[in-house]
């Protein structure tokens, strides 16, 4: 039998594209100075800075066949594989790894944007975000039908943020990165009716919305309390992280966002997929066992069916409880690597990580050929609209 990637014209949801020195020296006006993000070499090492602050490393999220684990990383750009931040060189990687289509998220403005509220002014805010849809337009251009970018929103400004939506779809974009807890950053909450012109933009224009791990306030879940060394500490936050992304599908679900925007998609993106028929579960008996249908008689669905008709989950790694997910929502379940962060199938010596085509046949292999087909391809080409 064929291999499982040849076939399927399989769609990667979940990579990483690190962004090159000059994105946004090259896109925002001089008369922000330093306080543009920018590369500067410190002891050695590629870093990015935000007037004198370092904001973190390139090599970092950049570990793709790297020898080493977190806090080791390649040091410089001369030292990162140009798939993590050339095009052309991203799609030979993606030819040799078998994979039809990536979806790109960032790095430097925040996994929810919420980097960008380190530049302080509104104006240059506002003008940095633009400048990283702009270029990544312009990146995925190498090959659009293959390159599918993500945008970035200025969180902190809701009319700013239907501007863009609007603007940044116009341009091609395929999908909207936002935090799944804005109220860690001074704003409205998920499930707070605020957003919804901005829900009701995104609906209209047909473009899901992402809720990357990563995008919320991490700093108390990256504390180290116990003194238990840097690499427990990084694999704890790590897969703490998934559990942050499970208070926003609680957010989408009880907050009524699903049932108020009905054909709007959302994606709990590199949070992993085994949880989900143990969360939903719980979802539907304490909606029922809390009498929300009395509260809330409009809301015509249990949780798992809001599940169902319009939220997503992606995994890349699991095994154990990955097919039982599958089982249960075999249209709701997408595939990803991670490329080319520290814990994505993009394996260094170091870590216990396979090469996609390899985890897929090993780990999906013995799955029906229909559930084959939506997890690899069809399930995420609906959503991001790819042909």
């Known amino acids: 039998m064929t291999d499982l990637f040849d076939r399927f014209q399989v769609i990667d949801v979940d990579t990483h594209l690190t962004e090159p020195p000059d994105v946004w020296t090259a896109r925002v006006s001089a008369k922000w100075g330093d306080k543009v993000p920018h590369i500067e070499r410190r002891d050695g090492e590629d870093a990015w800075v935000i007037g004198d602050q370092v904001v973190f490393k390139p090599g970092f999220v950049s570990m793709a066949g790297f020898d080493g684990t ?103 974009h395929r999908a909207v990165l936002f935090p799944s807890q804005p109220h860690d950053f001074g704003q409205p909450a998920l499930s707070h009716t605020h957003w919804d012109p901005l829900w009701a933009a995104a609906q209209d224009a047909k473009l899901p919305i992402s809720f990357h791990i990563g995008g919320q306030d991490l700093s108390g879940l990256a504390k180290d309390r116990g003194d238990i060394g840097t690499k427990a500490n990084f694999a704890r936050m790590s897969s703490l992280s998934f559990i942050e992304n499970c208070k926003g599908l609680a957010e989408l679900i009880f907050g009524g966002i699903c049932h108020r925007f009905p054909k709007l998609d959302f994606v709990s993106v590199e949070s992993g997929a085994g949880w989900i028929p143990a969360l939903l579960e719980a979802f539907d008996w304490q909606w029922r066992n809390g009498g929300v249908a009395k509260e809330h008689p409009e809301y015509e669905l249990l949780p798992s069916e809001y599940f169902r008709r319009q939220v997503y989950a992606c995994f890349w790694f699991e095994r154990d409880m990955i097919g039982r997910a599958l089982d249960l929502y075999p249209d709701n379940i997408l595939y990803e690597t991670d490329f080319p962060h520290p814990t994505s199938m993009s394996p260094g010596p170091a870590t216990p990580a396979l090469p996609p085509r390899l985890y897929a046949a090993s780990a999906l292999g013995s799955l029906p050929e229909a559930t084959l087909a939506k997890v690899l391809h069809d399930n995420a080409a609906r959503v991001y609209h790819i042909h």
């Open 70 to 172: 977190v806090p080791e990383h390649p040091a410089t750009y001369e030292d990162i594989p140009r798939a993590c931040f050339d095009a052309q060189s991203r799609l030979d990687h993606m030819d040799r790894n078998g994979i039809y289509a990536q979806v790109l998220y960032p790095n430097v403005g925040g996994f929810g944007s919420q980097t960008f509220l380190r530049l302080k002014e509104p104006a240059l805010m506002r003008a940095c975000v633009n400048a990283y849809n702009d270029f990544m337009v312009e990146w995925a251009g190498t090959d659009p039908n293959r390159l599918i970018p993500v945008m970035a929103l200025p969180f902190w400004d809701l009319d700013a943020c239907v501007e863009e939506l609007q603007r940044s779809a116009g341009n091609g």
